[in-house]
């Protein structure tokens, strides 16, 4: 008899089993447990560029630099 137990953040619907090879065409019982608190995602903060504005500036040709950038690929 083999186990596999591990800990993990579940972040979808999917669930990675590494190392699955080893119980391919293998009938498995699958057992989640889970914290009575769920860990709450961090909340993303939403761009503000309110002090930025009329502050910056650019001078230059903005075309021919893209094409700069891209060749430096």
């Known amino acids: 008899m083999c186990g596999v137990e591990f800990e993990t953040d579940v ?4 669930i990675e ?11 498995v019982k699958v057992i989640v447990l889970a914290n009575n608190e769920p ?5 993303k903060a939403p761009y ?17 630099q893209q094409s700069a950038l891209r060749d430096e690929w």
Do not use: N
Not at 39 to 43: A, D, F, M, N, V
């Open 11 to 14: 972040t979808s619907r999917f």
């Open 48 to 64: 503000d560029f309110s002090d930025l504005v009329g502050k910056l500036a650019w001078e230059g040709d903005a075309l021919s």
């Open 39 to 43: 860990i709450k995602p961090p909340q």
């Open 17 to 27: 089993l590494k190392d699955f090879e080893e119980l391919m065409h293998q009938h």
